[in-house]
């Protein structure tokens, strides 16, 4: 065990912040930006480290788009006041669908040709879901939630075939809180 904690503190110390992070995201606290720039950077060395390039470049996307979305969250609203939860319309669901879409192919096409990523599809994958729904978060749009859910679920799988179990253990927490603040961000739009 004691050999374990010593290989694998930074994956360690993201999946704590990690945690943090999730919590005060489903309480709408804007700190939460902060403490996902600490996750993002630990990250950025585990994903590197796993060949998870994709992974660690939307880690270092976290990072940029943390210093955006406490903006948003404070300022975004009505007369620069806190953003207030949103759904999504129609138009702009299919708009990211297809941004989605190309930035997927995209990320997939670099990862075959210039990495040795053993998964370039599914890193892909994740990695341009979760751009959109981190896009999604920073203005505040419930159905964030929801993709997530899908981001979580793959990701999982994933890491669980790398043996970053520590990080699955993060990602499966995740996703069960993602159906949670789902659920709470819902309530509070009514």
Request: proline share 2%; with cysteine.
């Amino acid at each position: 065990m004691t050999q374990w904690l010593l290989d694998n503190w930074i994956e360690l110390v993201g999946t704590i912040a990690g945690l943090v992070y999730i919590f005060l995201e489903l309480h709408q606290r804007a700190s939460m930006w902060a403490v996902g720039i600490i996750t993002s950077s630990m990250y950025i060395l585990v994903f590197f480290q796993s060949k998870f390039y994709a992974d660690m470049g939307l880690q270092v996307y976290y990072v940029c788009i943390s210093v955006y979305g406490w903006y948003m969250w404070k300022q975004g609203g009505t007369n620069k006041s806190e953003l207030p939860v949103q759904k999504l319309k129609v138009p702009l669901s299919l708009l990211l669908i297809g941004i989605t879409s190309i930035l997927w192919l995209s990320i997939a096409f670099i990862l075959i040709n210039y990495t040795d990523s053993p998964i370039p599809y599914w890193d892909a994958f994740t990695t341009a879901l979760s751009i959109t729904a981190t896009w999604m978060l920073a203005h505040k749009y419930l159905e964030q939630w929801l993709v997530w859910v899908v981001v979580n679920a793959v990701s999982i799988y994933l890491y669980w075939n790398k043996e970053l179990y520590a990080t699955v253990v993060l990602f499966t927490v995740y996703l069960i809180l993602a159906i949670v603040g789902y659920r709470l961000w819902r309530k509070t739009m009514r």
